[in-house]
């Protein structure tokens, strides 16, 4: 064998096991991050398949619709979220995620609602995959030839842990919703087809501009907002090798952002880069085209929560009858960008969402301006690293092939910034630019001959990664325990951690205040408490300035019963349980059998809703009936066994007095024949932490 070939074959061998390295390395750090992030996801249950509730059906209703052969769904599983299109309801959101589902739901409805937590793990691992993968092609464009010593893997595994928890990564595992696994999985294919485009920069060929085309197609069919990115890298690809063809300085100077070795056949790879940026396009389009009769306009004037909020219906009229438009772009800039995106909250974890809500430039009009993290409150590391990035691209000019990366991801985030609603979880649609400039940056610094300057880097590094981690975890946690979609119990268990954790630090409890009555308007700072008529409920002021419960007895409007249902109510209505008096005087009504009722809420005398449910038989029933004027309005709810029957507008008077087994203002309704029972309906939480701040004799 030549010695030549022979040194090529001992280059080779020597670039595989740096690879090798490199990977184990990064993959220390991806491990950690899905270890956070698992926590995060779990919510504190020891299960991979937790019940995610309507928010995290939708997937799984695509997908039996597509096992059915049609893209229409039902539209009570979907709700506000359904576009009704010549009377069949359809979702916006892109198919892959429902896609991957189907090896599942081919053979089960039993876990239709608890996948969204199995698909946004599944969605880390590409995410962190496609991360490492991507570092390490950038690092040999930056650095080629470059021998790989300790600083690099320890930065490997550093910039893995920072993408997976030390980002807002870590901030969209604390809600199992269609939205944030729309998010997640719009990010992870995104950054897996910018890998693959970078991999065609480094080396055109037909096989790899095929992978970075079906990686593309999947992260346009997750998310085409972000998605969009990879599509518009491989086009400036081609635009730069068809300007080879020319002579104008224009045409030179823009074939220098085409791939870094030059293709054997330029004419075929720009027809492959264009026909791999196209296909995705295409799909998106006739899909759009399927369920809206538009190739890329979304109906929202057709979407059910048009026809429930006059917020959005409002908006869209200011806004020619969408929901993107220029106008709002100042707005979501400022709010992306500026440093001092962040707050404080009454106790544990402490840190949390800006107390302000984003700051509206203009005379427009926002569907919703929720309060929000920004990219260098949520992501810091990245932030500082990508200018670093930005400042080498431009300096070197064998680095020009990443302009087209640079812009097409940056361009994946416009939608974000176009659209008529501010809220943290779209800084995930950013992400994959952050990421490549980032790592461009980081590798510029570690190529630095000084021992000392490579340290700093590497502290550097590790601060920004933990920054990272604190922010999105303990605003994620806030959020999934007490100030978002949390239940009563979960609220309730963690004020009594939060509880726990002052008086562990020798705190009494601040940020709380109690009164007969919740202050409305709302006001304070979320995470906040307020004590209602010495403990008869307690709330907190969540993220959306609404009061949420805590914890509530019946004097606040919750009432806890155990019924133990006749065999049949020999078809007569029966009053189980009657509140307040009057116009304002609701009642609950049972008649059925055969272990089957109906139930019934009346209000005054008209029914207002009405749920047919399956009842135990030879055991008693939990029972729930609260009343709530929290969320701008009043409300009443029925449960059994803790299954919601009935979610209602409905009168709530506190203190109303209540019957049970009888309705005396209705003499046509017969008395219950079965039993019901009064249970407690206690309050430690709030007696603690009210007793704590001296509050009880308040209110």
């Keep these: 064998m030549p010695e030549a070939a022979v040194l090529d074959v001992a280059a080779q061998r020597d670039l595989r096991r740096e690879r090798g390295r490199f990977v184990r390395a990064a993959l220390v750090g991806a491990l950690l991050a899905l270890l956070l992030d698992l926590l995060m996801l779990s919510a504190g249950d020891a299960t991979l398949t937790r019940d ?8 799984d209703a695509q997908g039996h619709a597509i096992l059915d052969g049609r893209l229409d769904i ?5 709700s506000i979220e359904g ?38 793990l599944l969605a880390l691992v590409v995410l962190l995959a496609a991360g490492g993968r991507l570092h390490w092609r950038i690092r040999a464009l930056v650095r080629p030839g470059a021998p790989l010593g300790r600083a690099d893997l320890i930065a490997a595994a550093l910039l893995e842990l920072a993408l997976g928890a030390g980002s807002v990564v870590l901030f969209l595992t604390s809600w199992l919703s269609v939205y944030n696994e729309t998010e997640l999985w719009g990010a992870a294919f995104t950054l897996a087809a910018v890998d693959g485009v970078v991999g065609v920069v480094l080396r055109p060929s037909g096989r790899r501009i095929a992978w970075a085309g079906a990686l593309t197609l999947l992260a346009v069919q997750s998310r085409v907002s972000v998605g969009l990115g990879p599509v518009i890298a491989l086009l400036i690809l081609a635009a730069a090798l068809g300007a080879g063809f020319l002579d104008a300085r224009w045409a030179r100077w823009l074939a220098g952002f085409g791939p870094a070795a030059p293709p054997a056949r330029p004419a075929r790879t720009i027809a492959l880069l264009v026909i791999a940026a196209l296909i995705p396009v295409a799909s998106y389009a006739a899909l759009n085209e399927a369920k809206f009769g538009s190739a890329f306009d979304i109906p929202f004037d057709r979407q059910v929560n048009t026809r429930l909020s006059p917020i959005q219906r409002e908006t869209l009229a200011r806004n020619g009858g969408g929901l993107f438009g220029a106008k709002f772009v100042p707005t979501t800039v400022l709010q992306a960008v500026r440093p001092d995106a962040i707050g404080r909250t ?14 509206v430039i203009g005379d427009v009009m926002f569907d919703k301006l ?3 993290l920004s990219a260098p409150t949520s992501m810091p590391l990245f932030c500082l690293l990508a200018l670093v990035g930005l400042w080498t691209v431009a300096r070197r000019r064998e680095l020009r ?21 501010v809220t943290t979880r779209y800084l995930a649609d950013l992400l994959p630019f952050l990421v490549v400039a980032s790592l461009v940056g980081v590798q510029a610094l570690l190529a630095s001959e000084s021992r000392t300057r490579r340290r700093t880097l590497l502290a550097v590094v590790a601060v920004g990664t933990v920054v990272g981690v604190v922010v999105n975890g303990s605003v994620g946690l806030l ?50 408490l307020f004590v209602v008529n010495r403990c008869a409920a307690l709330y907190v002021l969540d993220q959306d300035d609404d009061w949420a419960p805590v914890e509530r007895t019946s004097r606040g409007g919750l009432h806890r019963l155990s019924v133990r249902f006749p065999a049949s109510t020999d078809d007569a209505t029966q009053a189980l349980m009657a509140v307040g008096t009057g116009r304002q005087r609701v009642v609950v009504t049972v008649r059925g059998s055969g272990g089957r009722f109906l ?15 399956p009842v135990p038989t030879g055991r008693p029933a939990a029972m729930m009936l609260s009343f709530d004027n929290t969320y701008r309005s009043s409300f009443g709810a029925l449960s059994l066994d803790g299954r919601r029957l009935i979610t209602v507008s409905a009168p709530y008077v506190a203190g109303a007095a209540t019957q049970l087994g009888s309705d005396p203002a209705d003499p046509d309704l017969r008395d219950f024949s079965g039993v019901v029972r009064r249970m407690p309906t206690p309050a430690p939480v709030c007696r603690t932490v009210a007793g704590r701040a001296g509050l009880l004799d308040e209110g």
């Design 52 to 59: 995610a509730r309507r928010l995290g059906s939708f997937y």
């Design 74 to 78: 039902d539209p009570e599983t979907v």
């Design 83 to 120: 576009f009704v299109i010549d009377g069949r309801t359809y979702i916006y959101f892109g198919p892959v995620p429902a896609l991957l589902r189907l090896p599942v739901l081919a053979f089960t409805h039993e876990l239709d609602g608890r996948l969204t937590q199995l698909s946004m």
């Design 346 to 359: 009454r106790a544990f974890p402490f840190i949390s969402l800006p107390r302000w809500h984003p700051t």
């Design 370 to 372: 929720q309060r929000s």
């Design 401 to 421: 092939p990443l302009w087209g990366v640079l812009a097409g991801t940056a361009a994946g985030f416009a939608p974000a910034l176009a659209i008529a609603f």
């Design 479 to 528: 959020v999934q325990r007490l100030i978002g979609g949390a239940t009563e119990q979960q609220r309730a268990s963690f004020v009594r951690a939060q509880d726990d954790v002052d008086r562990w630090l020798g705190r009494s409890p601040r940020g709380v205040r109690a009164g007969p009555a919740l202050p409305m308007p709302p006001s304070g700072t979320p995470g906040d």
């Design 599 to 613: 139930f019934t809420l009346r209000v005054g005398s008209r029914t207002v809703a009405r749920a047919r449910s």
